[in-house]
């Protein structure tokens, strides 16, 4: 009868013991698939991939350097004289998650505004611009540049600014970061007979 009873008082202390462990090892079980989670989720909120497409294409007045501009063939493209242009290029989204993309262009003495569009047939049709857009995975968009010289270059005929890329601001998973885009070449001004390229009429207004 003792024997029995020793038993049973074992078994009542063994059977909380087991319970705790199992609860222990489930608890870290969970935590393990949280980090793995949150490790996911950072890994691609904070790498989308995005590609620059190689379709591009720039407004009539813009001309591209091959010795007519400055005398050296760099590929360069130029508006000459002028304040503002237009280029565009396209962007897919090559990752495994949307990715929602805005403008994320200059506003200093050589602004910048980014806007986006459908692609309904390359190089012939696209949608409206809008201010951002969303591409699922293996999407495409168009991303619409206008160039604009809103501060003063005044340095007389051979003097230019120009820009490489495009930059926009790229959201996945609630997460958002700053994408730059290759597009293809350096835009810019230049002016070749004027002393001072003129400011656009489509700069804000200056107090």
Known sequence: MATTEHLSAEAAVATPLRRRHVARRLVGGMVVVLLAALAGWLLVGL????DSGSLTGTDEAAVREAGSVTGESTGHVWWLDTGDGSYWTV??????APVTLRGDGL???LRQEV???TIVRAYAEFGSPTASITLQPGEEAQVLVHLEVCGEYAAGPGSSTAIEGVDVEATTWGLTRKVHLDTGGTYGFFSKTVARLPRSADCPATS
């Not at 790498?47 to 995005?50: A, C, K, N, Q």
């Not at 962007?91 to 495994?96: F, L, T, W």
């Open 107 to 109: 506003d200093i003495a």
């Open 47 to 50: 790498r989308p991939h995005l």
């Open 91 to 96: 962007v897919r989204n090559d990752g495994r």
């Open 115 to 117: 806007s986006f569009a």
